[in-house]
């Protein structure tokens, strides 16, 4: 045989389309060129394959190589390509039987040993090799990662050794093993955060509903505990959610740690982060932060210190919960669906309204504080509430209240309403379905109304007292929103009052 097939995967996104390999041999002047890689890639991957095929102590066929890889206009990061050049080119020389090559995909950087390297995106070709009913076989260190994909079948290897031992049928390599899942759950919990009732109350109905949530108060006053201890009580992870949350972190430069597996993630960014830091990008785009925080919750702390330019950013996932970065030629777009939590001090000083009365800001400077962030932002985010500072003999007492576990089955109570009702979490419902789901009673019409007129709320802010009123209802197991809970609803919304 002096031609060989293979199969492998790119990766474009959240996607990992087939990619053939094929290698050919001829007579003529030894020669090895590799089609379809940028070429800045193509002198290292010879290089790579070259070496762990002599140090494997195989014959590196002086003959006319040609290795082509398509199609030539997809996104590739040479490294991954390296094994499956390395057995094309084995096979075409008939150093490896070449004729069980395409039950497989094949992916992994070769060391010049002929050790296998670890990829990124294993998560993503997995799925692509199992819905076209292929077998893949991953660098020993991407196993885990490889089994999480259920009914999927991938093989797990050191070094191009054992990749040629298992095609020669002598060594047969083991299947993956479905990762193990963590045994306790890592969530810090709810029962450390001391005082704060009212913002704990409002967690849990942004847990509930799915609504995102900005803090204000001063520096110490909890907000950050708060916020870290809202995926611990978020519902479990569906296996789809898991899925879709691995895969993009897999993308990400450290990889997915499966002792993450339906552990939803929380990111924080700090407010230096650039743009593309945020929201993904790059000449081989790659996910940003709000894709990271997939099915898990963003925390902007300090919200009017991120740039202006990158807060606008937000707003396009905050409603449609994907985001679409070019660059240049290259366009991807990535799934971003998170729960965005900000905090913010109530001025510049952080003091306002502080019990020690330190703040000397002028209501001017205050106003200009707050004027960092933009209107249309702000009227995204579905619950705005004040967290005071904790006073000492508030911190000195010991009960913090109720635990996470607790309160985590009230929302898990709540949200399962929701998706029997409308089949999504409040927050996502749109105009037509609040009309259908959110009317609540006579009360609750009327303080609504009054609300309007008093507090001059806009109507998205009108829309979101009604979900969040829904939400509220739901946690009290109320078919109907009655007016106590409209007035709940309207006290999350602290930055309507102008
Ligand atoms: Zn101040």
């Known amino acids: 045989m002096s031609l060989a097939v293979l ?51 195989f014959d590196f ?39 069980s090559l395409l039950q497989y995909e094949f992916a992994g950087e070769l060391a010049l040993t002929g050790e296998l390297r670890p990829i990124r995106g294993v998560l993503a070709m997995m799925c692509g090799a199992n819905h076209d009913g292929r077998s893949f ?55 450390d955060v001391k005082g704060q009732a009212h913002a704990k109350r409002v967690l849990e109905i942004a847990a509930a509903g799915n609504h995102s949530l900005i803090m204000v108060g001063p520096p110490g006053s909890g907000k950050t505990m708060l916020a870290t201890r809202l995926p611990g009580i978020l519902p479990p992870m569906t296996q789809n959610e898991a899925l879709e949350s691995a895969s993009i972190q897999s993308l990400g430069s450290a990889g997915f740690d499966v002792r993450n597996w339906r552990r939803r993630p929380f990111r924080a960014p700090h407010h230096t982060a650039s743009a593309v830091a945020l929201v993904g990008g790059g000449s081989n785009p790659r996910p940003g932060e709000i894709s990271m925080a997939m099915h898990g919750v963003l925390f902007l702390d300090e ?40 905090a913010m001090n109530p001025c510049g000083c952080g003091f306002l309204g502080h ?45 913090g209240g109720e635990g996470s576990h607790a309160v985590r089955a009230r929302v898990i109570a709540a949200r399962e309403r929701q998706l029997a009702r409308q089949g999504k979490p409040n927050s996502q419902l749109t105009t037509r379905e609040i009309d259908r789901h959110c009317t609540p009673d006579s009360a609750g019409a009327t303080l609504l109304k009054q609300a309007i007129s008093r507090l001059g709320l806009s109507a998205r802010a009108y ?36």
């Open 7 to 57: 199969y492998s995967r790119a990766l474009a996104g959240m996607n990992a389309p087939l990619v053939t390999v094929e290698a050919h041999l001829a007579n003529g002047l030894p020669s090895f060129t590799i089609v379809g890689l940028p070429e800045a890639e193509v002198k290292e991957a010879k290089d790579r394959v070259r070496a762990a095929l002599q140090n494997a102590r």
């Open 137 to 191: 076989v991953v660098p020993a260190e991407n196993a885990q990662e490889a089994a999480l994909v259920e009914g999927a079948r991938a093989y797990a290897a050191r070094s191009l050794l054992e990749v040629c031992a298992h095609l020669a049928g002598r060594d047969l390599l083991a299947p993956c093993g479905v990762a193990e899942t963590p045994l306790e759950e890592l969530y810090p919990d709810l029962v």
């Open 463 to 498: 829309h979101r007292v009604l979900k969040v009123a829904r939400t509220v209802a739901d946690l009290a197991g109320d078919a109907t929103i009655m007016g106590n809970q409209v007035a709940e609803a309207i006290q999350c919304r602290r930055f309507d009052r102008r």
């Open 303 to 342: 919200l009017p210190e991120f740039g202006r330019h990158v807060l606008e950013v937000l707003r396009e996932p905050l409603e449609s919960g994907r985001i679409c970065v070019s660059r240049a030629a290259r366009q991807a777009d990535f799934p971003a669906q998170f729960q965005l939590v900000a």
């Open 61 to 99: 066929p002086t003959r006319h190589i040609t290795v082509n890889l398509a199609p030539a206009d997809l996104p590739k990061e040479s490294g991954r390509f390296d094994l499956p050049i390395a057995l094309g080119i084995l096979a075409a020389s008939s150093q490896i039987p070449g004729d």
């Open 355 to 399: 019990y020690s009365g330190k703040c000397r800001c002028t209501p001017d400077q205050v106003a200009r504080y707050r004027g960092k962030i933009s209107g249309p932002l702000l009227d995204r985010i579905d619950l705005q509430i004040e967290v005071p500072a904790v006073e000492e003999q508030d911190l000195a007492r010991n009960a």
